[in-house]
């Protein structure tokens, strides 16, 4: 059976598949889980072959995805696309009574603009190169220059806790701005240099902001973001309390943690009280008793140990670093964090015809400054990038037309022709007379000379000059400069060694030495006449600078489903009746259906005093009478299953509990 991809919803589910995949959820997020780990989660609760099955219904309607390591062992994890539909649930189940806190007295606000700073940085790496050493590391001079164009600040990224090779060298801003432009596909390490990926530029500079800071988000939650569950419950748990709300409501830290801790998000061991000791989770089926007796416990009664305080105060100024919203702290000292992007969009599934690019214009200044406002396309700014200096970022780039760079953008492969056009189309109120005609000018008189590569030849002395001048098979091909020098067209040189070496004068290798190419700016021509198809700039596992800890993209993702019959070896020796109808059966026959359902990891239902129950055997110990240890289990989310050992005389009738009969 092969696994589909449906979208389907959670309440669709059966009530194994829900228990299930809740309790994988809540103690593992989207982190990766052994395949014996969910039978050991509802152990108790849902026989191991209901488990199975539950699993495979998970797995077919794609709420949970497996690969398989290349000695056979499999592993499962919900993927990252459920996540904000699976905290939703829980909200709706449990839903928070109070989120909201007072307005801070002090606020750290998020940075602009970040999209256009990536696209400045770009334009730079186009322009200078990122050479790499023997070892494969940044030259230093490179790496100032990176440093000065980073837009991140190293104190709102050092909490996030990244490890990356040679952090004795790399800062951590100019590590994860380098790391993101690596993960989003546009740049690619090679072996002497980074180099910009054309094609997903040329896709990249053609979407919207908004679809921009989407494929940033998307590697900002799950890249830099810790693998471990309760952060990760954390991040999406802040998206999804978003709703609760506007954009200028102040989300409780606190509050969200204690709710968070009443569904068992967050491990007893976060807890800096004095009896909170144990290091597992909190009982992650929480009974109604325990959520009233949290609820009624006000938010100061829960404080939150210092390493886990620090990863949620790291993720916070991250949030800041990347310009998704604000953090702040009350009069009383508490944390609160406020969103300004819609977060709904960010995490809705990416769609091709999402894209669609901004349609504003710039202005012309008379003092040679550009405007650039948030609705200016990227393509053009692009282009804007090439021949003008970049004065300030933020949400209104200013640029500034000067000589210099007229001059460096034609050099660059720009048409001299093609900047005042650039001007002229997307100006607002036009390009003032004097900026126009100093653009052409200046234009015009780059590339009245050139510079042209050729080669230089040299003879030993006057006469072996002489008889390569005379040579009739070299007429047309030498220009001669001197006494014992020819200049000679680079492409020509393979023909006049082979008519040198005729006449006993073959000449000697050239040193390779020869410089270094000029650098050409990419995708200077109208960006929509490129057929740069669609590029997945949150594809997982792209090489970066960052060790992001996550390996499932290393192993083979599995296809398709074990079929369900596998589940019960031997079933035809199985007695149908053992399975189609209540009976009371001799002692020595109890215990092989007991036996039989262990074998099969299955339940057994059993009558006790009139009364119908699900029990589930996990071993039978030999005696006189012989009996068997398990569970009394209701398949219930909000139940604990109780652990017992049971008698035959202790039932009645009973039956084996399978799906089929």
Not at 51 to 67: N, P
Not at 160 to 184: F, I, K, R, W
Not at 437 to 453: D, K
Not at 568 to 576: K, L, M
Request: glycine share 6%.
């Amino acid at each position: 059976m092969d696994v589909t991809s449906t979208q389907g919803n959670w309440n669709e589910l059966s009530a194994d598949e829900l228990l299930v995949l809740r309790r994988c959820f809540v103690r593992y997020a989207a982190q990766p889980m052994k395949e014996e780990e969910p039978m050991q989660l509802t152990q108790g609760a849902l026989s191991g072959v209901e488990t199975k099955l539950a699993l495979h219904g998970l797995r077919s309607r794609g709420w949970l995805e497996a690969v398989t390591k290349s000695w056979g062992e499999r592993i499962l994890y919900i993927p990252v696309d459920r996540l904000p539909a699976l905290h939703d649930m829980l909200l709706e189940q449990t839903p928070i009574n109070r989120i909201h806190t007072d307005h801070p007295i002090t606020v750290h606000e998020a940075m602009t603009g970040l999209e256009s700073e990536l696209l400045h940085v770009l334009s730079r790496i186009a322009i200078q190169g990122v050479p790499l050493t023997a070892k494969g590391t940044i030259h230093k001079r490179s790496l100032q220059k990176l440093n000065e164009l980073t837009p991140f600040r190293p104190e709102d990224l050092e909490g996030l806790g990244l490890h990356y090779a040679h952090a004795e060298l790399y800062p951590v801003q100019t590590v994860v701005m380098v790391d993101l432009l690596l993960s989003l596909g546009l740049l690619v390490k090679e072996t002497v240099s980074f180099r910009i990926q054309e094609a997903e530029l040329a896709t990249w500079i053609r979407l919207s902001a908004g679809q921009m800071r989407k494929h940033i988000f998307d590697a900002l939650m799950e890249r830099y973001g810790k693998a471990e569950a309760p952060m990760q419950h954390f991040r999406y748990m802040l998206c999804a309390v978003s709703q609760y709300g506007g954009t200028d409501e102040w989300i409780s830290i606190q509050y969200l943690l204690q709710w968070m801790l009443q569904v068992g998000l967050i491990p007893q061991n976060s807890l800096s009280r004095d009896d909170s000791t144990n290091s597992a989770f909190i009982d992650i089926v929480p009974t109604i008793a325990n959520l009233k007796g949290l609820a009624d416990e006000t938010v100061s009664d829960f404080n939150f140990n210092g390493s886990f305080t620090e990863d949620i105060m790291g993720w916070l100024k991250a949030l800041t670093a990347f310009g998704m919203g604000d953090w702040g702290q009350t009069t009383s000292g508490e944390i609160c964090f406020r969103w300004n992007v819609s977060v709904t969009d960010l995490l809705r599934p990416y769609h091709d015809e999402d894209t669609h690019q901004e349609q504003g214009a710039f202005y012309v200044q008379p003092d040679f400054e550009i405007l650039v406002p948030p609705d200016v396309a990227y393509d053009v700014r692009w282009r804007l990038e090439c021949c003008c200096e970049r004065v300030t970022g933020d949400r209104m780039v200013v640029y500034r037309i000067t000589r210099e760079s007229i001059t460096e953008a034609i050099e660059l492969g720009m048409e001299a022709k093609e900047i005042p056009a650039l001007l002229d189309k997307y100006s607002r109120t036009g390009v003032p007379e004097h900026v126009r005609l100093a653009v052409e000018q200046w234009a015009g008189n780059v590339g009245r000379t050139a510079f042209a590569t050729v080669t230089l030849l040299r003879c030993g002395t006057q006469e072996d000059a002489d008889m390569v001048a005379r040579h009739p098979a070299l007429e047309g091909l030498l220009e001669r400069l001197g006494d014992k020098d020819f200049m000679i067209p680079v492409h020509s040189a393979d023909k006049i060694r082979k008519a040198l070496a005729a006449i006993g004068l073959s000449p000697r290798l050239e040193p390779k030495n020869a410089d270094e190419p000029a650098h050409h700016y990419p995708l200077l021509t109208e960006t929509e006449n490129l057929d740069a198809g669609r590029s997945l700039f949150s594809q997982e596992g792209r090489a970066g600078l960052v060790y992001t800890g996550r390996t499932l993209h290393f192993y083979e993702q599995e296809h398709t489903l074990p079929d369900p019959s596998g589940y019960f070896p031997e079933r035809s020796t199985v007695p149908s009746s053992w399975t189609k109808e209540w009976r009371s059966y001799h002692t020595s026959t109890s215990r092989q259906l007991m036996e039989q359902a262990i074998r099969w990891q299955a339940a057994v239902g059993l009558r006790i005093s009139g009364k119908e129950v699900k029990w589930i055997p996990e071993s039978v110990v030999s005696g006189d009478p012989w009996s068997v240890t398990g569970w009394y289990a209701s398949g219930m989310d909000e139940e604990t299953p109780s652990r017992a050992t049971l008698q035959p005389s202790d039932w009645s009738d009973m039956r084996l509990l399978v799906p089929f009969t």
